[in-house]
């Protein structure tokens, strides 16, 4: 079967897959946070690209192109936006305050149960 | 809600409003003088109100309150000790600001303690129960010392399985049940049907086995009734005990009768009677003999109990009321009397002493004594066959072992100087002992079911004086033994724990270590996905 | 055209509106003070705090009146274009509740900021009515969400307020512990998104109501359910996916752990209970259900421990909130209904919500204690705080009546909640599940036994406080407290509130 019988749609939806799936990989097995920040965006790209395959075969009301995806995935990239911002600000905080940028070393300090 | 009605809710509410009026400073000032009123409307409700008396609260608080005959005995004889006791400790405790902490914990231990006796359905019977049993908490540790926090920290523990247990049996015992919160009558009633009975009977015997001190369940009692003030002693022995006693009159079905955990019962009992008296022998300190003569004394109540479920005697169940109020009356005077002993020197110890004695051989048996009342009155239940002897035996132990006491108060006592207890304790102390003479006398001819005449025949003298005179001989013997005084710790057994402890460590350890892993990053990672991946697995295969 | 649009599947009731109200007035207040600037944000707070009480006690008043859910559909656009908000009895009760625990936590908030006038106006008591709002305009809008996607942005919203709430101190170990929790919150939301994206895909709506009469064929629903439930996990921090927790919660602020611990978390299993109830067919609800009970029991088993070994008090609440929703997981085999009876007809779902309401109260209760404890000594070694009773009654006697709460001892509204459960354990054949909610409560009541210990001790040197706590400071712990035991008075038995608005509603049959 060829790339071109796969279909626009589908082909997106495996890209998307594909994305997500690398995402997943960065954000699970890295422990520098900036990456797993990027890895976050990454995942997330994939997942609007699904959506988009989605709004693409227009399963939704039946139209040609289905117009709600599009208007999630827009708000969704808004949120992904903030949480990136967010996550940044935080790590450009912990960065500034002790000089890290991973989070593996802060479980060494964190409040330990007596034993 | 008629007059008797609301003395029955008073007998639970005034020691409640009590305890919440010393928020105010002004009350709390003087929160030790309410301890010896506060059970005053439970004693009026007991002599006074008929049997059969019913209050129903409304919604939203669903609480029954009902009197039987049974309840109505142990109500009385544990009000009228609370009272005295808090007679007592009015006077004993001084005014210090922590007697006022003591005071609240008192009175919360008092309504829950004889809310027991009066409350008739099954949520407000765990409610009271559980009262009775976390507020004593706060009489055991009242001394803060070392020993009374260990102490502290065995009954609690071991008061928190009782109310697992006892949560678990309930739920099963209304789970059948149309009512969410059924009466407990109501549901015993159904309770030799069901297909849970086994569970359910050996869920209550633990329970409330673990309240009462039965053997292996006794190891908190022994350490947490002497850590307390002198007065919380006497009622934590005399009455909270008593707890177990009424809820295993109340919950186990006497009507028709559990033949495999009668048997149960009257083994446990055995055991108890005898394992009460070989450790106490053995002890060094008044209050811990004390201690552990009511573990016996909780056997003998668990054997008539026992008789009774095997027998299917709902009568059985007066006797062990009548049993219990004179264990009640008793227990309570001899623990008062430790504190009154321990104050009392010179030409007036003598007298004390002899009183005392009087107290301690009547839980032998001694004739004319409450004790010989109840164990004549219970005689018919027991039969005569084999087991008859076997407590007539125990008998003969709670003689030992009371001589034990005497022997040992006299000797703390000997070097005390010239003096004698305040008037404020020892009329109490005289209360509780007229009353514990009086009370079985006056209730003996309904509960026998024959005049007191017949306690005067040869034959019935000749069954109480054998066991005395083998628990004289026994004493002999053992008062020559050395090394016996001492040889077991407070607690016994509880030693073992330190043997579970190691294990429980390691288990402990593993866990944190379990967590410290899981709540690395990568792991968290993995597990949400594997957790996404079982769901899905899950999911598909209802579809 | 579709069908949809010639029956619609919401009608807009008078009262709607409100619920549009109880989502934006918070809005509104957050934008005041953004606009105003520091010196009113206490004003506008305390304010929005009494109005915001206000509207919830009208949606309440308005639902009994009528007996039938609160229904708002935006703009007049019906599903799957527009959005709809709908309050059904279930979700009226997690509105009151979060007002109750929100309000309280204000109180305490603002006499806090009153002990150190010098910094009232700074940045941290600034953000910090800035975020609570925004949480609580979050919250309003999932426990009324009707839209899969709609309730993604209100989740991810909560997320974005609750994440600073835990750093509002600045220090180095909060930054990481805030980060830890955005991080793993964040692949939450993603797995949800997924599985938003997948739902689409098959049924071109994400409307929870038309979604429940869909029918699905093939494996997508299943793993788009799967996803959505697993990142909502993640966020709910059940056993083993609780590792951002403990830091977060015991590391803020006592008003900000008040907040995360009571209701921020109750946010994600409310939809969870709506996935797994309304949405996922009932034949893979059951076996969906029964794995989830598993994590729910190895949670109150588990971090029950972890509670008991804990040397800090925040940190042992905070594990012990971990342990508690255990329970809320529990419910779902117990309730699973039958063919005349819906799962919210059952003593189990009733037990579930009871659980869910005095968990966050008793909990809330807990952490503002532990906070004026803090206030007090400067630290919250449990150890060191022997004979803190003595100095601050009122917290001892707020932790401890919490305590009766989450150790289900009567009377208290966590006692009638595993009463309840654990009836529903045993009629239904669950003796592992009852087992575990016994030993959940022996363990519950240990650790909070530990510290209660430590309240009533009495030290050779009795324990002075650093400074003084005004008695305001320690009310609103000893009046949520309360609430928790006042919730025991509910009848022991499937609670009609609760029904109101639910599909085949019992209330409708019932005379």
Redesign the interface.
Known sequence: MSVAALGPATLFGLCGAAL?GI??FV???H?G?LR?IVG?NI??AG?FL??G??AR?G????FGG?P??QA?VI??IV?AF??TA??VA??Q??FD??GRET??A??E??????? | MNAAGLLLAAAILVPLIMAAACMSPGIRRHAPLLLAFAPIPALIAALFSPEGSFVLFPAPFRMTLLLDRPGAILLGGAALLWSAAGAFAAAYMGRKPATIRFAIWWLLTLAGSLGVFVVGDVVSFYLVYTLASLAAYGLIVHEQTASAHRAGVVYVVLALFSEAFLLLAFVMLAASHPDANPLIRDVVATLPASLLRNGIAALLILGFGLKMGLVPLHIWLPLAHPAAPMPASSVLSGVVVKAGVIGLIRFLPFEAGLPIWGSVLIAVGVVTAYYGVAIGVTQTRAKTILAYSTVSQMGLLAVLLGVGLDNADPAGTMFVAYYAVHHTLVKGALFLAVGILAATGGARLRPALLLTAILALSLGGMPLTSGALAKLATKPLLGYGILGDVMSLAGAGSTLLMLHFIVTVARDARQNPDMSAPPGQVLPWLVVAAASLIIPWSLYPAIAGESVQGLFQVEALWKLLWPMAVGWLAMLIVSRLPGLRGAVPEGDIVVLAKAGGAALDRLL?GV?QAD?AL????VA??GL?IIAALLAGTLMLGA | M?PLATEPAHVATPGGVLLVLAVMLPVVAVLLMLALGPRWTRRIALATLAIGLLVTIAILAELLRTGEALTYVVGGWQP??GIALRADGTSVAMLAMTALVIAATGCFGYAQQQLDPATSHGRAPTSFWILLMAVWSALNAIFVGEDL?NL??AL?LL??AA??LV?LD????T??????Y??FA??G??LY??G???I??????LDISLLSQASAEGPVFPVALALMIAGLLAKAALFPLHLWL??AH?GAPASASAVLSALVIKAPFFLILRLVLDVAPPQSAAFAGQFLAVLGAASILFCSV?AL????LK?MIAYSTVAQIGYLFIVFPLASGSETLPPWGTIAWTGGALQLISHALAKAAMFLAAGAIAEAYGHDRI?DLGGFGRALPISAAAFGLAGLSLMGIPPSGGFVAKCLLLTAAVIGGHPWLAATILAGGLLAGSYVFRVVDRALATPAIPLAPRKPIPRRLELAALVLAVAAVLLGLVPLQPFAFLQIGRPDSLTAVAP
């Open positions: 997500a995402g997943l954000v699970i097995t422990s946070l797993r976050f995942l997330g997942i699904v959506f395959a989605v075969r399963a939704g009301a039946g289905d709600v995806p999630l708000t969704g949120v903030s949480a967010l996550a935080l790590l905080r912990l305050l002790t989070l593996e802060a479980q300090h964190s409040p330990r149960s007596e034993a | 350890l944190q410290a709540r690395r990053w990568p990672g993995l996905l | 579709s799957p274009l996607f993604y942005v991810e997320t974005f994440v600073p750093c600045g220090r180095a170990e930054m990481a512990a805030a980060l830890r955005l991080m964040l692949l939301s993603l998104l997924l938003t994206a997948l689409y895909g098959s049924f071109g709506t403990p830091p015991a972890m070994r804990q040397a800090r940190l150890s």
